[in-house]
């Protein structure tokens, strides 16, 4: 544990990606410290392209979070990288660091921080379907914004209505955006009858032809050889083949951060609830001193989102840390 002010970091980044990256910058910018922990897991880091990121278009995440990295450690002096896990988080509550939020790390280590951001995104929980996290990225795409461009025009899409696609509500929003990209488009509703018998009736009021459906269960799924194509294996040993399936598996909060520290979550929203519930522009939670941004603290899971709530979030650190450490500016300063 560090033992000096010195030692102190004024602020601890939980995740490297685009949102930590975007805090850590702006930080920089205003000579305040920061430690990043970069646990090496980021989401679609088996994606080749991405997309909605201007300048980057259709090239690697991977590329665009190491260009980060690459202008702050050749211009800022302030940030350190530490590559290794953040496991365990919490708040000194008596004694020399009273106040003070200390992180251990995967490697053993711990660190002392006056503020944190949570930037440590979230994971996928997949439908227990065989064979869909094989196709996962492949052929089964989170997003046509991000992907539906490089298969427009192909014959068949189809919408996985399951566990958190599984309402009339997402079917229809989804089978509307495929045909955009696709010739037809079929609903798959996997035996739901209830669900199947909603999307049957609503879809005798579209253009026939265009849009079917299917609530036979699936048995499995497979990469087709084409390109993102899929074939769905049905009950009874019917097989399907279409060139894309459009499905938003329901996102988790990975770790136990949320216990730790007694965090809120919002849970309002009918897309992806379930995030870490923040407020204000800059982000802060129910817990003083803790901030979380990107994919944990948003229902919109956007490269761009998470670049603009990091940056936003730094600017209030920046304010907060400005009231609250004398050392920066000579006296003890209180905000009017």
């Not at 290794?84 to 790390?105: M, N, P, R, W």
């Not at 566990?163 to 045909?179: I, M, N, Q, V």
């Not at 996102?251 to 204000?280: C, H, M, R």
Request: charged share 20%; aromatic share 8%; proline share 4%.
């Amino acid at each position: 544990m560090a033992q000096t002010s010195s030692d102190i970091t004024d602020v601890l980044i939980v995740g490297a990606g685009p949102a930590g990256l975007s805090a850590a910058t702006v930080l920089a910018r205003l000579l305040w410290t920061t430690v990043m922990f970069d646990s090496g897991e980021y989401r679609y880091k088996a994606s080749k392209h991405y997309h909605m990121v201007p300048g980057y278009d259709h090239q690697s995440l991977m590329t665009y979070l190491g260009d980060i990295r690459s202008d702050l450690n050749a211009r800022y002096k302030t940030n350190t990288i530490v590559n290794a896990k953040a496991e365990q988080i919490s708040k000194i509550e008596s004694g020399e660091h009273s106040g003070l939020f200390q992180i251990t790390s995967s490697n053993g280590q711990q660190w002392l921080g006056r503020k944190v951001v949570l930037a440590f995104g979230n994971l996928e929980q997949f439908p227990d379907i065989a064979g869909y996290q094989d196709c996962w990225i492949k052929g089964i795409f989170h997003c046509q914004v991000h992907r539906g461009f490089e298969v427009a025009g192909c014959e068949m899409a189809g919408v996985l209505a399951v566990e958190s696609d599984a309402s009339l509500f997402k079917a229809r929003h989804l089978a509307l955006e495929a045909k955009a990209i696709a010739q037809r488009v079929t609903i798959y509703t996997n035996g739901n009858e209830a669900l199947g018998a909603e999307v049957k009736d609503a879809l005798a009021e579209w253009p026939q032809g265009l849009y079917t459906f299917n609530n036979s269960p699936i048995e499995r799924l497979v990469k087709g050889a084409r390109a993102s194509d899929v074939d769905i294996h049905l009950e009874g040993g019917a097989v399907e083949t279409v060139n894309y399936i459009i499905h938003r598996p329901k996102p988790v909060l990975p770790g136990s951060f949320v216990e730790q520290l007694g965090l809120e979550l919002d849970n309002s929203g009918i897309i992806n609830p379930g995030f870490i519930k923040v407020g204000g522009i800059f982000n802060e939670t129910n817990v003083p001193g803790i901030f979380a941004v990107g994919d944990c603290a948003s229902a919109f899971k956007v490269v761009v989102s998470g670049v603009n709530m990091g940056a936003f979030t730094a600017a209030g650190l920046a304010a907060q840390l400005g009231n609250e450490v004398p050392s920066r500016h000579g006296f003890a300063c209180t905000a009017p």
